[in-house]
Nanobody, 116 residues
Framework: QVQLVESGGGLVQAGGSLRLSCVPS????????INWYRQAPGNQRELVAR????????DYADSVKGRFTISRDNAKNTVFLQMNSLKPEDTAVYYC?????????WGQGTQVTVSS
């Protein structure tokens, strides 16, 4: 079993910043990758960013490239999503996700609301 605990969401004005945190119940090196997804009302859940455990390589959705940065702190066993230049269309529930032993696990989600 894996638990993922997210934090850091909130309400921010357009152009502002937030940093989300994801703390898994196992070492981040237990997983091939840790992902951030988001889901806005009426929309499908979409992949926002990914960081691999082996070499820390990262991938981003086109909509957030240049504004969001995914990173990890090995000592704190935490994955971060730094979100800058936020836009109202970034408003969504953000979820941390990973796969362990072929089973996908999700965090409880954290709400991010960007006002115009």
């Amino acid at each position: 079993q894996v638990q993922l605990v997210e934090s850091g969401g909130g309400l921010v004005q357009a152009g502002g910043s937030l940093r989300l945190s994801c703390v898994p119940s196992r070492s981040i090196f237990s997983f091939n990758a840790i992902n951030w997804y988001r889901q806005a009302p009426g929309n499908q859940r979409e992949l926002v960013a990914r960081i691999t455990s082996s070499d820390g390589s990262t991938d981003y959705a086109d909509s957030v490239k240049g504004r969001f940065t995914i990173s990890r702190d090995n000592a704190k066993n935490t994955v971060f999503l730094q979100m800058n230049s936020l836009k109202p269309e970034d408003t969504a529930v953000y979820y941390c996700h990973t796969v362990w032993r072929s089973i996908g696990y999700w965090g409880q989600g954290t709400q991010v609301t960007v006002s115009s």
